[in-house]
């Protein structure tokens, strides 16, 4: 059956008009909206580049004495390095004609076709960004697997992780037959924590398949965050102190990180920006644009992780 045109989907004789949404077909960005309920969605001032002050290794002249005369060091302390990454951007653009509107105005309205255009803008915008987010390249917007690379490795934000061994993230395998993704997620997480009560990851995240293997092994009382969402039906899955959510842009990686280091940067003037309306020239119709400046960066490239399925 041929797709219904546009303007006849928005608009009804007006016996049968009717004031109602439509029904979302395509957009869904759960990982994003835990992103920034994490707080890994920051809005800050935007430069030719996002700089990430690294305090990189404890003091190198530091030590015990051995004696209480010993010698100490005149070397001038260094310990802070910057990972400096180039933002991106992002539009949206949404056009009309006058037609549509004439078309879809007083009692012939079934939905509000501009405002509708405008509101799959802005799901369109966001739906974007989740699918960069796991994405080998974008137009110079980094995803995961440009932050956090198979092998644990990479040049992120300017500093090259193969001669820079504090500035990798932990890698491993997981079978896809779930026997061993319990052990395989308790190393990583311990490699990426360091410490217990470090900064440990609050985020996972893969595909739907991936996070079914995963809650498959497990006990039923391992499967909510807190108790109320456990009064509300197991609705969230975790692993130990991370939330692990799924994505329909994703894939078998698993990835753990905590939003506190690795964010989503926007700029605070264009960020979900609308622009002015404005008339086609040359035509009767009508373009509104989004624009976002935004950049997926980290500070602490070494405290997160990615398991690959085997």
Known sequence: MALVSQILAASYPAVVAAARKPQNQWAESGFLRELERQG???????????EEPLDYRRNPNAGFLATDLQGTSLTKTEILTT????????????????????????????????????ENGLDTHDDLIEEALFATSTSGFNGLLGLFPDSGQGTVG?????AEAWNRHYVTTYSSTGSDVQAKLTKAFNQAAKSTGGAMPTLLVSDGDSQAIYEGSLQAQHRFVDSKEADAGFKSIAFKTGK??????????I???????????VSKAAYRQKGETQEIQNAHGFVCKIYTMLQFTTGNKSRAFVLTQV
Do not use: C
């Open 158 to 162: 300017g500093i090259d992780a193969s």
């Open 255 to 265: 990835y753990g990180f905590n939003p506190k280091h690795t964010s989503l940067k």
């Open 83 to 118: 990972a400096s990454f180039t933002p991106g951007q992002l539009s949206v653009e949404m056009l009309w004609s006058k037609a549509d509107e004439a078309q879809n105005s007083g009692e012939t309205q079934k939905v509000a076709l501009v405002k509708q255009i405008i």
């Open 40 to 50: 890994g969605i920051k809005k800050i001032d935007m430069g030719p580049t996002i």
């Open 244 to 253: 692990y959510v799924f994505s329909k842009n994703a894939n078998t990686r």
